[in-house]
């Protein structure tokens, strides 16, 4: 086995390690942290997709995130409430059924978003996909129906058959699980033939066109499927608080899920699991010490961009950034 | 009508400052093709100087100078430390870095200044109001706005096309070995042109901070408004950010303003909420709508 | 007289007042290295791109195997088999030289969108490429990093690319730019092969090169071709001799 895949996996197994312990040692609090970075890791592997293989960079990947949110939010308040959604149909508290519609409509505003965006390139895309994150941002505060500024909370975690959502460990699991589903799914999209275009589209578009392979579908695939990850990563994310805000879409949440997976490093397949863990580390750790602790975040993240542009995992690996 | 007007001149007042933001950003990005995020923190930076040596000094003036030289100060210490790193580094880097400048710069100002919102108390010259032709009455101090905006619009068109510097810096757009070649000092160059966006984002900064309040986080809607300017615009061209400005900020406020009213026959009691949705996302539509006719922008020349 | 399998008719293209290609006709016929040859910034690389749908002509048309082709973009024209070999090599530097073989291979296949199936397991892109490779004088070489190919080995690369498109034309822009000697000798020989798999059109400034392989040349000057012929009668021409083989004597 490689290197790299080895490193993947240990990652993830430290991962699920740490919350192992965290449990057999009672301190729920630190499982509740693990399902968090498992959460936003999943976000990071889906931006990862798009900018890590693809060389997307988007800066609003949070209206993917929020999307997934929202969805859940307002399927489990409309469920609560017995109101019906648009055409009759009824909310649920099931994550079966949550999940692919949360996955769905973010997929169909990453075709939209993607298809305007992906005729720009370079800065442009930038501004473009930061500018359309917040829009929906924008739509979010301003619509009062659901939430508006304040955000929309439900009462009770959505539920899983068999499963006992609300306990700390079950519901990391299940996020756990999902993080290592999107792992299995990217290495297989990054191995297989699409894989191999949308690379190649990142590396030298000329050539790619010159051998028959129009990069914009391509782009637009893989900025699809990025944004459906994201989705559910925001489903789970709007679970794991029973509350989703415009907060969950602002472009501060974009330049986050960027930076698990710079923290990490690009194109790396565990990278955004151990971004996530820097950050949230960081997080719980400086935190208590300093009100301003996304302030050391940044110079941290500043050395990182100037000194190690490879992250964690290339530190680690000894190795470049990939491409 | 009257209300009409009045709302013609906020969006004109509105879309001044968006120039005078999106100038900075573009001429940035034209000349060393760097995206700077940070560009916020720099209008909060003004915002702040000003704020703090009027309420040391009592004087509202010196507090204008103060942002300007603030910012233009700031700007070149964070291009000669960190920025001039990013010239050669990919648009992914420039972003992460700038991003990190923020998180810094908005932290730091928190530190020293607190959470809590400062306001600005204008100086009796530039209160009140005045009547105009039309039985419109407009704040004196929006209309200064407006002048200001466009003699800086002037200015920028006289630097960069009258100037040795404008010369200098449309010949770094064009080939930056060429002006090296010509023993003109491109890191100096560099420099001054992100001193220059700096100081004029600060002194936005300043004059948008009077009208409304001075606080942490200021600077980051204006910044993705002036991003949404400059797409529409085109990079690079100071002349599409001056067009874009002006019509994002008309859009803007006209469509905040009259969305509602317009939409109160068709859906009665629900038109208030819709139209305010609908107006908040206005001008993200005017930029799809750009994107979808002319990808580069209205005057943008490369795509 | 065989149908040509390329053929330009009257193509124009200008920028602002500077006419890059002024009224070009040319064909490339079946089995033939036709070279294109002229000074700098006559326009050749303008011209290849103009084949190829990378810049669109003012007017004039190019049809190829029999059809119209101008309304198709650049990987459309790939996919029907025209085949193309950049000035400065263009390759997938992070890719493996089987990797870079593959991608075209799949281009020329069309089936893109597969997501499951491991690439390098899928014998119907790796076999293909495998025989490119064979083919262009890379074999033993597929797991390096195109990155760390020499400038020849690049070179050799582009070429079982092109050949993985199932080319029906070659354009091949300066292939011997940048080799040495014996570099230049072995792709002179490579070439020579290729012919007889589709016909070459050849913009090539190494003389040599050019007499030794080409069965027509075209001479472009200023945007417009001042003569065609067999290398004797090009040789032969004083249009020619004054205008471009001049410089050299």
Not at chain 1, 280 to 292: C, F
Not at chain 2, 152 to 164: E, P
Not at chain 2, 206 to 231: H, R
Request: proline share 4%; charged share 10%; aromatic share 8%.
């Amino acid at each position: 086995m490689r290197r790299e895949a080895i490193l993947d996996i240990a990652i993830f197994a430290l991962l699920v390690l740490f919350a192992l312990v965290a449990f057999a040692t009672g301190q729920n609090f630190a499982v509740t942290i693990a399902t968090k970075i498992a959460i936003l890791a999943l976000a990071g592997v889906g931006l990862n997709l798009a900018l890590g293989y693809g060389g997307l960079v988007s800066f609003g990947h949070a209206a993917f995130f929020g999307i997934g949110g929202y969805v859940t939010a307002i399927l489990a308040s409309h469920a609560a409430n017995y109101e019906p959604l648009a055409f009759g149909l009824p909310g649920t508290t099931q994550m079966l059924v949550i999940w692919p519609v949360a996955m769905i409509v973010a997929g169909i505003a990453g075709l939209v978003i993607g298809a305007l965006s992906l005729g720009t390139s370079g800065v442009y895309f930038i501004m473009v996909t930061l500018a359309f994150a917040q829009m929906l941002y924008y739509l979010a505060v301003s619509w009062p129906a659901y939430g508006g500024e304040d955000g929309l909370s439900f009462y009770v975690r959505n539920s899983f058959p068999g499963v006992n959502t609300l306990a700390p460990v079950p519901f990391f699991a299940i996020c756990a699980s999902l993080l290592a589903l999107a792992l299995l799914v990217s290495a297989c999209l990054t191995r297989s033939r699409f894989g191999l275009a949308l690379q190649a589209t990142r590396q030298n578009p000329m050539r790619t066109t010159a051998t028959g392979i129009r990069p914009f579908p391509v782009r637009l695939v893989a900025f699809v499927i990025s944004a459906m990850i994201c989705g559910l990563a925001g489903s789970l994310y709007a679970d794991l608080n029973r509350f989703v805000s415009p907060a969950s879409m602002s472009w501060h949440m974009s330049g986050e899920i960027m930076v698990f997976v710079i923290l990490g490093g690009v194109g790396r397949l565990a990278g955004p699991i151990a971004g996530a863990a820097v950050f949230i580390a960081l997080e719980q750790l400086l935190g208590p010490v300093s009100d301003y602790w996304l302030g050391l975040v940044g110079v941290l993240l500043l050395l990182i961009v100037l000194f190690a542009p490879g992250g964690i995992t290339g530190l680690i690996l000894r190795e470049k950034r990939h491409g | 009508m009257t209300l009409l007007i009045e709302q013609a001149l906020n969006g004109l007042q509105y879309g001044m400052m968006l120039f005078v933001m999106a100038a900075g950003l573009t001429l940035i990005f034209g000349v060393m093709g760097l995206i700077n995020l940070a560009h916020g923190s720099l209008y909060m930076v003004g915002a702040f100087a000003c704020a703090a040596v009027a309420a040391a000094t009592g004087s509202y003036w010196l507090g204008l100078v103060a942002s300007l030289i603030a910012a233009a100060f700031v700007g070149a210490l964070v291009e000669r430390l960190v920025i001039r790193r990013l010239y050669t580094r990919d648009h992914l880097d420039q972003v992460l870095a700038t991003f990190a400048l923020i998180l810094i710069f908005s932290e730091g100002t928190r530190w020293l200044f607190g959470s809590f919102p400062l306001y600005l108390s204008l100086p009796p010259a530039l209160a009140g109001a005045v009547s105009l032709p039309g039985g419109v009455t407009y704040p004196v101090f929006r209309l200064v706005i407006i002048a200001v905006g466009a003699l800086i619009a002037l200015g920028l068109w006289l630097l960069i096309g009258r100037t040795r510097l404008g010369i200098r810096i449309r010949a770094g757009e064009a080939d930056r070995e060429m002006i090296s070649a010509l023993g003109v000092d491109i890191g100096a160059l560099y420099t001054a042109v992100f001193a220059l966006g700096a100081a004029l984002a600060g002194m936005a900064g300043a004059l948008v901070g009077t009208l409304q309040s001075v606080q942490v986080g200021m600077g980051e809607p204006v910044l993705i408004l002036a991003f949404v300017t400059v797409v529409i615009g085109g990079i690079g061209s100071i002349k599409g950010a001056f067009i874009g400005a002006l019509l994002v900020g008309i859009t803007d406020t006209l469509g905040k303003a009259l969305l509602p009213v317009l939409l109160q026959p068709v859906l009665g009691a629900g038109a208030g909420p819709v139209g305010a949705a609908l107006a908040s996302v206005l001008i993200y539509l005017l930029m799809a709508v750009v994107l979808i006719w002319r990808p580069q922008g209205l005057y943008g020349a490369r795509a | 007289m065989a149908e040509p399998i390329l053929e330009l008719t009257d193509l124009r293209k200008s920028f602002g007042a500077l006419k890059a290609t002024d009224g070009v006709s040319l064909t490339l016929l079946p089995g033939e290295i036709h070279a294109l040859i002229g000074p700098n910034g006559a326009g050749k690389s303008t011209l290849i791109k103009q084949i190829v749908g990378e810049i669109r002509p003012d007017s004039g048309t190019v049809r190829f195997m029999g059809q119209g082709i101008d309304a198709l973009d650049v990987a459309a024209r790939a996919r029907l088999g025209l085949a193309r070999s950049f000035q400065v090599s263009q390759v997938i530097p992070d890719f493996t030289v089987l990797q870079n073989v593959m991608l075209a291979v799949m281009g020329a296949q069309g089936r893109v969108f597969r997501f499951l199936r491991p690439a390098l397991r899928d014998p119907g892109l790796t076999e293909p490429a495998a025989q490119h490779l064979e083919a262009a004088g890379l074999a033993g070489r597929e797991g390096v990093k195109a990155a760390a190919l020499s400038h020849g080995e690049r070179r050799k690369l582009e070429i079982a690319m092109a050949l993985a498109l199932q080319p029906r034309a070659f354009l091949l822009d300066e292939p011997m730019a940048g080799m040495g000697l014996e570099g230049a000798q072995q792709l002179t020989t490579l070439l020579s092969d290729l012919r007889a798999k589709a016909p070459i059109l050849l913009v090539e400034h190494d003389m040599d090169a050019v007499f030794a392989l080409a069965d027509r040349i075209s001479v472009l000057v200023y945007g417009r071709l001042i003569a065609t012929g067999t290398v004797a009668e090009i040789r032969a021409n004083p249009e020619v001799q004054r205008s471009y083989l001049g410089e050299e004597a």
